[in-house]
């Protein structure tokens, strides 16, 4: 017998919203239910991916071209749809991703400006319809953000970017989840970290649900 297809999960948020801690909690949790899981992230994930994640947050590459960020974003994603997210699924592994296509909407849409439309075509070429079953999606103020990021040592080349470019994802964010309430999970990012994990692992109610007994 073949295994059951798993499940693709997906964590979204601005800068200092919590994503790491989530992940590590979200991680052990899953992982003591016996369910294999595969932790990868946007951009990097596979050697392709890390190589354009260097270029995307490298502070020296402050003329890259919007447009050229978002084709950069949609290279990294392909290789990780065919090299890790659809293997894994096939094998019945779940997968953990930190940021997938919501973020391109977020960041290259909201806060570069680039057509939804672009992306949206782009989404269809390169995702071929791979979705996440469930988006985690942390938000919280951005001033409650870049606080909480600004001791994270030197900045890359997204989170020097003004407020005003982070009120823009965040807006971005907030779009993308209206429009699909069935897919997303809004979770206030201000609450404390148990908190936040407990919620999350909440929302994971239905999938864990569909679980072979």
Request: glycine content about 10%.
């Amino acid at each position: 017998m073949t295994a059951p297809r798993g499940k693709f999960i997906s964590l979204e948020g601005g800068e200092g919203a919590g994503k790491s801690t989530l992940l590590a909690g979200l991680r052990g949790f899953l992982e003591n239910r016996g369910i294999r899981l595969v932790q990868t992230r946007e951009p990097g994930g596979t050697p392709v991916g890390e190589a354009v994640r260097a270029i995307v947050l490298d502070p020296m590459m402050h003329g890259l071209a919007a447009e050229t960020e978002l084709l950069l974003m949609f290279a990294s994603r392909a290789q990780l749809v065919r090299e890790v997210i659809e293997p894994a699924l096939a094998a019945g592994r779940w997968v953990l991703c930190d940021r997938y296509v919501d973020a391109s909407y977020a960041y290259q849409g909201g806060g570069r400006g680039q057509p939804l439309a672009r992306i949206a075509e782009l989404e269809r070429w390169v995702c071929a319809g791979m979705a996440p079953d469930l988006t985690l999606l942390l938000d919280l103020p951005v001033s409650a953000g870049r606080a909480r990021a600004a001791g994270r040592g030197e900045s890359d080349r997204i989170e020097i970017e003004a407020d005003a470019f982070f009120e823009r994802v965040r807006a971005g964010y907030r779009q993308r989840a209206a429009g699909e309430p069935r897919r997303f999970h809004v979770i206030d990012a201000s609450q404390p970290a148990a908190v936040v994990l407990l919620t999350a692992t909440q929302a994971l109610a239905t999938l864990l649900a569909e679980l072979p007994r």
